[in-house]
């Protein structure tokens, strides 16, 4: 008859332990982001512009974008919309990026009416809907707190109902479709901003 191999109990409890470990430190190392509390569960990209509402849900802000231009000129780009059910007017009092004061025309907001914000040069290239619906165009402007294209910055809405603040992303110009050249000196020669 042949010998069969027996192997110790010694070396199956020390696989089984091995085995046990690896499970356990696999569960823990996923357990670590599994939680829904974490420092960027709130954060979403700022694609499209950081949007914000009211407390109380009556007025809210979209597409919210500082805007620096080629020669350093900084704009807040935002759309505000009076959401109030209760058919009630609201005013944007006043705008403040990380603590400079927006330059605008403060304008009150009918029920379901929208307040576009941009720079004067962006508005004026902006097909506006003259007629249609009730939107109104305002021109912004703000001091270049040597912004960081790139970078966010909180900014505040005040509005006659309360406070909106948001983390708006600082956008550096849009180059030209189709015809960009990376020749330093060239008419987009993005090199120097």
Known sequence: MEDTEVKSLKSAARRGGIISAAALSALALASCSAGQITQTSTQVAAVNGAEGNSEDGTVAVRDVTIIVDDAGEAALKFTAINQDTSMTEHTLESIDVN???????STSLARDCVLVGDSADRLETTPQADGIGCIEYTETTLTNDDFAIG???????TFDSGEIEVYA????PQLPAGSFSREPGSESDYTNL
């Open 151 to 157: 970078g966010n910055v909180p900014v505040t809405f």
């Open 99 to 105: 603590g400079n004061d927006v330059q605008f025309d």
């Open 169 to 172: 992303t600082i956008s550096g």
